[in-house]
C-alpha cells in the first residue's frame, strides 16, 4: 500500500494510505461513484483509486443496467435460447447497444443454421413491427390532420378547379380521333365519388341528368357493392343501369378482393357538352398558373 499516491505528489505512508483505503471503500458503500470518490479525496489518478478499492466488489447497482428489469430479463431470456444482439433489439424494440449492456456476460450462442437464422429474424422483425406500426400510423395521421386543418371549407371556386382537376385525371375526354363531350366519371374510391358529386351540383347539375353503373368481377359480392353505391350516391335505383360484370382470370393475382372491395362507379351526365367544355376551359386556366415560387 505505500505505492498509493494522491495527486502525483509522491509516496505515502503506510498509515496514510491505510486510511485512504478506509475512506474510499467507506464512500464505495455508501454508493458513491469513482468519479465522486476520486473528487472528495482528491485522487489524481485511477491507478491509486484502483489501488485503494483493490478487493472491494462493486456495488450492486453498478452491475445492472439503467433500463427497466422486465427489459432486460427478458433479453438474457431470449439471449440463452440462441437469439443475437440484432434478433434481441427486434424483439424488445431496444437498440443493440442496450442488448450488448444486458447480455455480454453471457456465453455466444452457437451458430444456427441458415433457416434457423432466417426463422428467428422474421420473428423478431415481426413482434417489432407490432408494436411500431400503431406508433407510426400515430404520426401520419398528425400530419393528415394538420394538413386538413389548413385547408379548412372550401369555395365554390375552389371546388369548381379541383373537381375540374379531378375529373381530367379519371374522366372520359375527347380525342382528335373520337370526338366525345360528354361527361363520363369514373372511380373505386367512395370519398373522390361523393366530391364529384358535389362538383357536378357547384356546376349546375341537376341530378335528373344522372345516371349510375358499377363494375365489378363477376366473383366478387355484386349485390352488396350495388347497395354500397346506392348508400354513397343517395341516388334512386332507377338512375342504376345494370350492373357490368368483369369475367375472372384465375390465373391472375387481384389485390382488391375482400369485404372492402365494391368494384368502381360510373357516373354518366346527360346533355353534358356545355359542362364537358367549361371544364376543359377551368382545367386550362389552372394549368396555365404560374411557376411555384
Sequence with gaps: ???????????????????????????RRAGHSRREIKQILGIGSNQTLNEALHGEPPPEWTRRPRAKDDSRTRARELREQ????????????????????????????????????????AEGSRVFWEAERPARETQREAVRAAAAGKIGVLSKREILIAGAIAYWCEGAKSKPHRLSERVVFINS???LI?????????????????????HIH???DVHGAEQFWLSVTG??????????????????????IGADYHGCLIID???????????????????????VS
Design 1 to 27: 500500500m505505500n505505492s498509493i499516491q494522491l495527486n502525483g505528489t509522491g509516496p505515502r505512508p503506510s498509515g496514510t494510505a491505510e486510511r485512504l483505503r478506509e475512506r474510499a471503500i467507506a464512500l
Design 82 to 121: 440462441g437469439l443475437d444482439y440484432e434478433e434481441i433489439a427486434g424483439a424488445l424494440g431496444v437498440s443493440k447497444s442496450s442488448v450488448s449492456l444486458w447480455v455480454r456476460d453471457m456465453p455466444r450462442p452457437e451458430r444456427l443454421s441458415y433457416e434457423e437464422c432466417r426463422k428467428r429474424s
Design 189 to 191: 374510391d367512395p370519398g
Design 194 to 214: 361523393r366530391f364529384f358529386l358535389r362538383f357536378l351540383s357547384e356546376a349546375g347539375v341537376e341530378p335528373a341528368q344522372l345516371r349510375f353503373r358499377v
Design 218 to 220: 363477376e366473383s366478387a
Design 235 to 256: 341516388a334512386e335505383p332507377e338512375k342504376f343501369h345494370r350492373t357490368v360484370l368483369k369475367t375472372h382470370n384465375p390465373r391472375t393475382v387481384r389485390k382488391n
Design 269 to 291: 351526365v346527360r346533355q353534358s357538352a356545355d359542362l364537358y367544355r367549361r371544364i376543359e376551359g377551368w382545367v386550362r386556366a389552372a394549368l396555365k398558373s404560374g411557376p
